[in-house]
Nanobody
Framework: QVQLVESGGGLVQAGDSLRLSCAASGRTFNSVAMAWFRRAPGKERAFVAAISWSGAITYYADSVKGRFIISRDKDKDTVYLQMNSLEPEDTATYYC?????????????????????WGRGTQVTVSS
């Protein structure tokens, strides 16, 4: 069993920065990758960024490349999402997800079906 808890969301102005955190607890030793997804009002949940368990490889959605940075602290089993130059379009509930070596995966790291555990989300609101 694994639990994921997101934190760090809030209300900010356009152009500001936020850092989200996702703390993992439980059996994470077979983990492959962690990721961030987001769900904007009236839209489906969408991929934001992913990072390999080692922290050596990262992937980003085109909409956040150059603005967001994903990183991982192995000692704390925590993944971070540093969000810079925030725009109103970034307003969403942000979810952390964990991919473990539990079963064969048909999709890549940008697909929801890849991930086995999910957090409850943290709200980010960006005003104009």
């Amino acid at each position: 069993q694994v639990q994921l808890v997101e934190s760090g969301g809030g209300l900010v102005q356009a152009g500001d920065s936020l850092r989200l955190s996702c703390a993992a607890s439980g059996r994470t030793f077979n983990s492959v990758a962690m990721a961030w997804f987001r769900r904007a009002p009236g839209k489906e949940r969408a991929f934001v960024a992913a990072i390999s368990w080692s922290g050596a490889i990262t992937y980003y959605a085109d909409s956040v490349k150059g603005r967001f940075i994903i990183s991982r602290d192995k000692d704390k089993d925590t993944v971070y999402l540093q969000m810079n130059s925030l725009e109103p379009e970034d307003t969403a509930t942000y979810y952390c997800a964990l991919d473990v070596a539990l079963r064969p995966k048909a999709a890549g790291w940008s697909d929801e079906s890849t991930y086995d555990y999910w957090g409850r989300g943290t709200q980010v609101t960006v005003s104009s």
